[in-house]
């Protein structure tokens, strides 16, 4: 009795979860009267507004990944080893932007980055690609470091690091050879859920007037029918590709026994 | 002039002073242990000798230079770290390889020198093995053998053998032992366990609460302890109270007995420290003291026994025969010494 009251619950949850998304890819399918056909997808594929957002998108993304392990990796590893105390202070730090809105992030930008400020960010199309980017790492920043943090948990870094550097190394070397490989499966993890938050985000992009993927979205909703469904398939499809992605390389990581 | 100085070391983590007017000289090739409870300093002269702490104060030469200041990787020294720290990523032969390949030394070279590592520590066929494929006696002969490839001037040790069983730690120590007099490499041995103190060492370094308490070969540290701390830690010592009946000749009430000691003592009282492998069980030459047995430990090759000597407690051993019986709890026993073993260690 116990066991068909839990596998109902489980079904009645799974049903809440999965049949807005068959309704999705359904709808996705149905451009074309009375028959199912990749019709919107077609169309999507064929616009070239969204191979220029997706590309700059993806761009963006991988960017942000990259300066987001620069920029956590070794503050990680530095507070890990040398600043222990000031680690609740850290992660405090990181996980402001859940609490801080992504609107009033871009405003400040904007307030303190205009054509008229010190530091004239917004004048000009680099600056403010090069804002959206520290946006967009900021937006990430709780997850990576969380990621990576957890990762260094999993090995001895202070020997490992005194053991490097007995044997000649200096933290280059340390950071690159030791410690970015055995807490690869941590960064990629952070690096996949980052992806997923670049694909999708509007509200940056959108206020900094960037041609990425998100306000695209947001553009074919209010415009077409069938579009948007087939988009919103298509990243929920990124999304889901990435957490596999997470998978695959945790467990086809060769030495990831070692450093639990 | 020696090989290694540490002159006046000092190091103080807050108000806490953990290694105090530490100095010791240690000769090319020789094998040195830093014996002593948890919590003396040991591990932290270790770590200042390595360059992962800076002394308070003091110095350190390595061959006449003067590397106080210099960072860890530019001091030439191997180290082995009590949790193996293998580089979980790399091979067995990658991480042999690992100081080689900082250095840049050519590959052609890194390889020849790996496998005579591997080939020195007898794990030739393990060079593709990742550390977690290893035993801990295994992991820990590659840590030594990566320590030693870069051929450093100085090689640190410290409690290699403690995450050990006892079986390998005994087999790992005799190898290590092997392996430190075939290089020749200056060593700094960082131990708890005097047994492994006493049987690999040239010297011993005892220290207490920061301070070298005592330097000296295992024999000298074992039957000529200098201090009262060295005189307990190192071995198990019987620790009497004796009256004394005449400071200037030496002689002492002990047991029921009267005992002429080689030099003179304090007027009083004095505490005499006794090995209990000094003590002998029966009459025969010297002192004879009156103990009642109050218990018998049988440990294999050896009795312990221990005993009540005038209402003080004393452990003694005998060696197990099979053709002598060992006393009963109860019985009154004669037992013998030699006044030489005495060691007066407090007036």
């Given at each position: 009795m116990k066991r068909a009251a839990a596998w109902s619950i489980l079904l009645v949850g799974m049903l809440y979860f999965i049949l807005p998304l068959v309704g999705m890819v359904e709808f996705s399918l149905s451009m074309k009267r009375g028959v199912y056909s990749f019709e919107a997808y077609r169309v999507v594929f064929a616009d070239p507004q969204f191979r220029q957002t997706f590309s700059y998108s993806v761009l963006m993304a991988v960017l942000t990944i990259l300066f987001g392990v620069l920029l956590v990796v070794p503050t990680a590893f530095w507070v890990r080893l040398k600043l222990p105390g000031l680690r609740p202070y850290v992660e405090f730090v990181t996980l402001l932007p859940l609490v801080i809105p992504a609107i009033v992030v871009v405003f400040g930008y904007i307030r303190l980055y205009n054509t008229s400020s010190w530091l004239p960010m917004t004048g000009s199309v680099t600056g403010t690609n090069l804002l959206l980017l520290f946006g967009y790492s900021m937006l990430s920043l709780p997850y990576m470091y969380r990621a990576i943090d957890t990762g260094l948990r999993t090995i001895d870094v202070a020997t490992l690091t005194e053991a490097a550097q007995s044997l000649g190394a200096g933290w280059f070397t340390i950071l690159a050879k030791i410690i970015m490989p055995n807490v690869l499966v941590a960064v990629l993890s952070g690096a996949f859920v980052t992806f997923a938050i670049v694909m999708g985000e509007f509200t940056l992009a959108a206020l900094l007037d960037r041609p990425a993927f998100g306000p695209y979205l947001q553009l074919m909703g209010a415009n077409k029918a069938y579009e948007p469904f087939a988009l919103s398939t298509i990243a929920f499809i990124i999304t889901w590709a990435c957490m596999g992605l997470i998978q695959l390389v945790t467990r086809l990581t060769k030495h990831d026994k070692a450093a639990r | 002039m020696s090989y290694l100085t540490l002159s006046h070391l000092e190091k103080s983590f807050g108000p806490a002073r953990v290694v105090k007017d530490f100095n010791l000289t240690v000769e090319q090739g020789e094998f040195i242990s830093l014996l002593g409870p948890s919590g003396c300093g040991k591990t932290t002269v270790l770590r200042m000798v390595a360059g992962f702490e800076l002394p308070t104060s003091g110095g350190i030469t390595i061959e006449g230079q003067d590397v106080t200041h210099l960072r860890p990787n530019q001091r030439n020294i191997g180290m082995v770290f009590q949790a193996y720290a293998l580089f979980p990523n790399l091979t067995v032969a990658q991480n042999v390889g690992f100081g080689l390949k900082v250095k840049g030394t050519p590959k052609a070279e890194i390889k020849g020198r790996v496998e005579e590592m591997l080939s020195l520590i007898g794990l030739s066929d393990l060079g593709n093995r990742y550390p977690f494929q290893l035993s801990g006696g295994q992991q820990q002969r590659v840590a030594l053998a990566r320590a030693l490839a870069p051929k450093p001037s100085v090689l640190l040790l410290d409690e290699p053998l403690s995450a050990l069983d006892a079986k390998v730690r005994v087999s790992l120590r005799n190898e290590i032992r092997q392996i430190q007099r075939e290089l020749g490499i200056t060593t700094i041995f960082v131990t708890h366990d005097q047994e492994e103190a006493l049987s690999m060492s040239d010297r011993v370094v005892v220290m207490h609460e920061g301070i070298a308490d005592q330097v000296g070969t295992p024999f000298d540290i074992y039957n000529r302890p200098a201090t009262r701390f060295v005189a307990g830690f190192v071995g198990t010592l019987n620790t009497l109270e004796a009256k004394v009946l005449d400071a200037a000749a030496g002689k002492v009430a002990l047991g029921g007995a009267e005992i002429t000691l080689p030099g003179p003592l304090p007027a009083g009282s004095v505490t005499l420290g006794l090995r209990p492998e000094a003590v002998r069980l029966g009459?025969?030459?010297?002192p004879q003291l009156q103990a009642t047995i109050k218990d018998v430990d049988f440990l294999g090759s050896v009795i312990r026994l221990r005993a009540d000597l005038a209402g003080q407690s004393i452990a003694f051993d005998t060696f197990n025969t099979t053709k002598t019986t060992p006393p009963k709890v109860g019985e009154t026993v004669a037992l013998g010494l030699d006044p030489a073993d005495l060691l007066v260690i407090g007036g």
């Open positions: - | 009459n025969g030459t010297g």
